[in-house]
């Protein structure tokens, strides 16, 4: 799949196993918020850092940098 341009506000709706990425424009001032709304406990939920699933507990501030850090410790 390609990418979608979405703007302040928009929805989207996933199943429980679909990856996504979130790649903010270049002229981006602001961060970016996702709020998830679950249903019905499917699968454990976290990020994806390479080719490397890292559990949502131990993904810190720092992205993949601090998940990578906690792994090696």
Known sequence: ?????RSSGSVAVRRADHRHRI???DNAERGCW?????GPHQRNWG???GRKFIPWQAFG???CDTASQIENE
């Open 47 to 49: 990020f994806w850092c």
């Open 1 to 5: 799949m390609g990418s979608v341009r």
């Open 61 to 63: 501030a720092d992205g």
């Open 34 to 38: 996702s709020l998830v709304v679950t």
């Open 23 to 25: 790649q903010l424009l």
